[in-house]
């Protein structure tokens, strides 16, 4: 059994290597995999994150836990064992101890994942959409939220996810001091539609803008994440409407069914992906595949102006 960090983390050469040459690095969350999606869906999405990220000129270090082992870059066999296995754990900070001690393997939430990958001094991170609050009455509130608060990661993203109180989850960030900076738009996005109504507290419109924006939250000597929040792609989004009837359904059906703690995010995306058919999932491969080249190109435009944190 693995008694020290040291021995726990295995990064991959592919990673280690982009590291130690200063090369950019995007690092990718799992649970998406393991929890978020179906096979093979799961699978072919990963790797298209993957490829998505390399066209775009950088380095992918997606990060699970395998039989106690912290990964960071993996194989295309771990990517599959990952999608087709099952039965995984849902690997959020507080399970991290556990599952290196008890030797279990599964997918990294953005929590889980943001943290490990700035132990290792990964500043970027792509994913989908974050966990947040959950609407009454569910009241859960994802790990997602106070670990955002307290890791500096440029953390692309589609806003978080309709099934979710936006309101609340926006109010938190504020509260906790997390910079929501809307990719080229104003408004918060919804995941599968690009609206929620709901303003963004700053804008930028290139990769430059970004990486500018973290310096400076950086310097200034903030130590939270940089949500930057990016519509999904106009020719997968779906409708408003059609988007809030199926989590309405599907939050009616988590209600009846007593769903709780960490299963309740998969079984709403479930529900939701089976209300509409192709159309949620569609949605979702599509914005994810698009957020991870955009967290490349910003990758790449912090590697031409590094020493990004001061602290
Ligand atoms: N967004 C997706 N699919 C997912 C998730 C988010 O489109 O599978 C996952 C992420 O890993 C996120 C997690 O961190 O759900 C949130 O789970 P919880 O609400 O239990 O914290
Ligand atoms: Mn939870």
Known sequence: MASNLRETLRISPEVS?????????????????????????????????????????AVPATIAVLEGGIHVGLEIAQLEYLASAGDLK?????????????????????????YLA????????????????HRHPIGDISADLPQLARTPMIVVCAGAKAILDLPATIEYL???????????????????????????????????????????????????????????????????????????????????????????????LQRVSELTGEASLTANLGLLRNNAGIAAQIALSLQRAPGLRAV
Do not use: C
């Not at 849902?90 to 943001?114: N, Q």
């Not at 700035?118 to 609050?133: Q, Y």
């Open 17 to 57: 290597k982009a590291q130690s040459m200063g090369k950019p690095v995007v690092a990718l969350e799992s649970t998406v995999i393991t929890h978020g999606l179906p096979y093979p869906d799961n699978i072919q999405l990963a790797q298209d994150m993957e490829n998505e990220v390399r066209r775009n000129g």
């Open 174 to 268: 504020e509260t906790h001091g997390v910079p929501v900076v809307g990719y080229q738009t104003n408004e918060f996005p919804a995941f599968y539609s690009a609206h929620s109504r709901l303003p963004t507290n700053s804008r930028a419109d290139s990769p430059e803008e970004v990486i500018e924006f973290a310096r400076m939250h950086w310097q200034l000597g903030l130590k939270s994440s940089l949500l930057v929040t990016v519509p999904p792609p106009a020719e997968v989004a779906l409708p408003e409407a059609v988007m809030q009837e199926a989590v309405s359904q599907a939050l009616k059906d988590a209600k009846e069914e007593r769903i709780r703690g960490q299963q309740v995010t998969p079984f709403l």
């Open 90 to 114: 849902k690997a959020s900070p507080r399970d991290l101890a556990r599952m290196v001690v008890k030797a279990e393997s599964g997918g990294t939430t953005v929590a889980g994942t943001i």
């Open 118 to 133: 700035n132990i290792i001094g990964i500043e970027v991170f792509a994913t989908g959409g974050i966990g947040g609050v």
